[in-house]
Structure formats: C-alpha cells, structure tokens
C-alpha cells in the first residue's frame, strides 16, 4: 500500500500517515461562512483537501474515507447581510451554500462525505457546552458562556504560541464578564430580533468555535485523523477547537494531523477589494471587467502548480501557460481510454505530503512521451482532463460547423457581388471568440483556438 506523508502542523514535521482505522479514514475541514460569493483565496482549501480526499480514496478505497466540510450558517455577518439587505437569513444562507457548491464543482472538488449546516448541530453544541462548564473548563456570565483558557494547560501548542503571544498578536476583544482576555465565547445571548436558540444560559446563539468541535465529534467521533483548513485558522480557530473537544473528551486526541494550506495573492500582492485586485471564484468563471471568463479546470490546475504550504500568487500569465497546457493535453487524449492506474511517480509526489507540483512535472513529461493513456488516468487522480470538466475545450456546445457554413455561404455570395465586408466582419467576430478561421478553395474550417470562449458566439447566429 502507498505510504502517505503528510506535514503535521502540530509537531512541525512530515510525518508517516498512519490511519487510525483504515477501513475508515477521517478528516475534517473547515467550510465557509454562508453570506457571500467565495473569493478566490477561499477556493484553494477547498482544491487542496479535494486533491488530499482524492489521494485517500485511491490508497485506502472509496469507500473507506470520510470527508465533513460544514457551512457556518449562523454568525454576526450572515446577521449584518441580513440586515443591509432586508433579505431573511435563511434565503441568504441557503442562496449562497447553493453558489459554494456550484464554484466549487466547477473548480472539480468532490462533495465531501458529509456538509453539516451549524444550525442543524445547535442541541450538539449545548450538550458540549454544558459538558465543559461540568469539567469546570467553561463558565457562564451575563448571558454569555466563556471557555476558561487557563484550565487548559496545552492551549497554544498547536500554533506555539505562548499565552502572552497570544494576547499581543490578537485583536483580543476584552469584555467585562470574561475573567481573562483570552476567554472566548462559546454561547452568547440574542436580542429578539436576532436568531436564537433556547438554552440553559437563556435564548442565545454559539460562538463560531464550538460548531466544528460539535460537528466533527458527531460525524467523526472524538478522535479522528486529519483536520484541515488555511492557516490563518491556525489561531484561534483551531487553538479554541482543540481546546474544546479535548477538555470535552478527556484522553482523546482530537485530530492528529492538522494540515494548513498557505494564503493566495494575486499578481504578487494581498488580495484586497481596495488595489482592485480582489475577485470572487464566479467573477473569474464567468469573466468580469471585461476579462473572459476562465474555465474552472485551468484555475484548479494553476492551483495545483504551487505546493498548499508555500504562498501561491495568482496571475493571468499562469492561467494563460495553463489554459494553452491543458488545451494541448486535451487534445493528446482525446478519445483515449485512461491507463488502468495512475502512472507510480504521480501517486509517489502526490503521497508525498500532497506534492502537486511535482505531479505537474510528471504529467508533463507523460504528455511530451505521448502517454496519452498514462496522462488521462494520472491527471485525473488530481481531478483533471476529467470528461466532466472538458466542455471549455470542445466548443462549449456551439455548433462550429453551422457557423463555417454561413461563413462560406457569406464568401460565396461576395465572389459575386465582390463586396467583402460581411465576410470580414463575420471572420473578425469569430476572431474575437478565440476561433480560428482557415479558409482555403477546399472550404471554410473553424477551429476553437486559445482563448475560445463559446459565449463570444451568441449574437452571431
Ligand atoms: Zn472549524
């Protein structure tokens, strides 16, 4: 059987993966927080623990990997959307889980095993709560509940920090009823007007924290094998989860890897709606600002690029080198059944700590051998040259064909009239799609070229 490396945030190493039950390997992965479009920077979690559920599938069986992303459909910006907006908070949470998942199917990420909503963990979440202020590790003041992080001698392992790091480097929010700044919440009381939940602590919502341990602990039990997420999580995020489901459940573990995926920039700078280089998985899907739109294959592939724990910069030179790539790749395939199994080498660099870029440079040079077969099952152990992510490479369902028709029909009228200007106005816009126009005496032959974008074709029927 392969033998998976991965890179535990906990111990600072690369580690030997050894599942705690192979027949059923089980990660956890932070998911979004429901209220608006995800931006580019969200997607890349979301492809770097696809790739690793993938991965897992392949050694251990598809059917032995449990896989629990969840939507965080409760919190302060669902509640401030809600307001802005006159709209309910159900309609906003339930809109944009559906646009999560559709961009993230068109980036070619599996559905996890489980996609639990927080609101559907509320009972799970009190009973935890209560649990802990039992233990003696929470306690409850003017409404709130508060996990008490001095009864908890191993909080800050997980990032190294020390308390007082902690306490520097946080925006810590200092509030009257918390006996240390660095308490966090787990249960806050609601006005009426906001969404609530009848507790013992009085009608009120949880923190962010609690729902993941909450979650994890009912669909993956105390101890499960990998939690993910980007590493701006790592504190305090994680530091609160572990904090939780170990005082909650003494003597369990938790996770044992905590895998974190490095942050994303674009064109060499933080992301940011101010330097107007801040876009949204659809923008770039669909186009906007007058850029095309750019297929969800080439953004996975440019993801992939670059390893999960180095910072990965987006950039429209990239997604050019790999559009123009997977298009010749396309191409090698076409009609070619997959290899039996991926190609050793690529398993070997993905096993080895999720070494994408290291499976890139194999996929290329199966591609320049002409392994055609070799490439289409290798790539798709990556969840690429996939038949279901291919349609940007055909023609996107416009029909060429009737468009070469008209166009010789248009330059067989002109040879009589010797008036040009329609053909060339018609060749110009088919230009403009990325259609390439070879017009010989044989005939009129359309070809999708770089930068083909199907769309462009519409108003030309
Ligand atoms: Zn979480």
Not at 132 to 146: F, M, Q
Not at 181 to 205: A, C, E, H, I, N
Not at 386 to 398: H, L, N, R, V
Not at 429 to 454: H, I, N, Q, Y
Request: charged residues 25%.
């Amino acid at each position: 059987m392969t033998q998976i490396t991965l890179y535990n945030t906990r111990t600072r190493q690369k580690e030997r993966f050894e599942p705690i039950d192979p027949n059923n390997v089980r990660m956890y992965v932070c998911g979004p927080t429901v209220y608006d479009r995800a931006h580019l920077g969200n997607a890349r979690p979301v492809v770097v623990f696809d790739v690793l559920f993938r991965l897992l599938r392949h050694v251990y069986g598809p059917d032995h990997v449990t896989y629990v992303r969840n939507f965080t459909d409760v919190d302060d910006k669902i509640i401030a959307r809600a307001d802005e907006s006159g709209r309910p908070i159900d309609t906003i949470t339930a809109e944009t889980t559906q646009w999560f998942l559709e961009d993230m199917g068109a980036l070619g990420a599996l559905e996890p095993s489980h996609m639990p909503r927080a609101t559907a963990y509320i009972g799970q979440m009190i009973a935890m709560i209560e649990a802990l202020v039992e233990k003696g590790h929470a306690y409850a003041a003017e409404g709130h509940v508060l996990f008490d992080v001095n009864s908890y001698a191993a909080y800050g392992r997980l990032s190294g920090r020390s308390v007082d790091d902690m306490i520097a480097g946080a925006r810590v929010e200092v509030a009257p009823y918390k006996r240390d700044p660095m308490d966090f919440v787990l249960w806050k009381p609601s006005t009426p007007d906001q969404p609530g939940w009848d507790s013992p602590w009085g009608r009120g919502r949880p923190g962010w924290h609690i729902e993941c341990s909450a979650m994890a602990h009912d669909l993956l039990g105390e101890t499960f094998d990998i939690h993910g997420g980007g590493n701006d999580l790592t504190f305090p995020h994680h530091e609160n989860e572990i904090a939780q489901s170990c005082c909650a459940h003494p003597g369990s573990d938790f996770a044992r890897v905590w895998m974190h995926n490095e942050m994303l920039q674009v064109e060499g700078k933080k992301m940011s709606k101010s330097l107007g280089n801040f876009f949204t998985v659809h923008d770039l899907l669909a186009g906007h600002d007058g850029q095309p739109g750019i297929p969800g294959e080439v953004i996975r592939f440019v993801f992939l690029s670059t390893h999960y724990r180095k910072p990965m910069d987006w950039t429209s030179e990239k997604a050019r080198e790999a559009e123009s790539t997977l298009r010749k790749w396309r191409g090698l395939i076409a009609g070619v059944e997959p290899a039996p199994s991926p190609a050793p080498e690529v398993i070997a660099a993905l096993a080895d700590d999720l070494n994408t870029a290291g499976a890139i440079a194999v996929l290329h040079r199966l591609a320049g051998e002409g392994d055609a077969a070799g490439l289409k099952a290798s790539a798709g152990l990556m969840g690429l040259l996939s038949d279901e992510m291919g349609a940007w490479t055909a023609t996107g369902g416009a029909d060429l064909a009737a468009f070469a028709e008209k166009l010789a029909a248009l330059r067989a009228e002109a040879m009589q009239t010797k008036d040009f200007a329609q053909v060339d106005a018609f060749k110009a816009a088919l230009t403009a799609a990325g259609v390439e126009v070879r017009m010989s005496k044989a005939g009129v032959e359309l070809v999708p070229g770089a930068g083909f974008d199907p769309a462009k074709l519409e108003g030309l029927k």
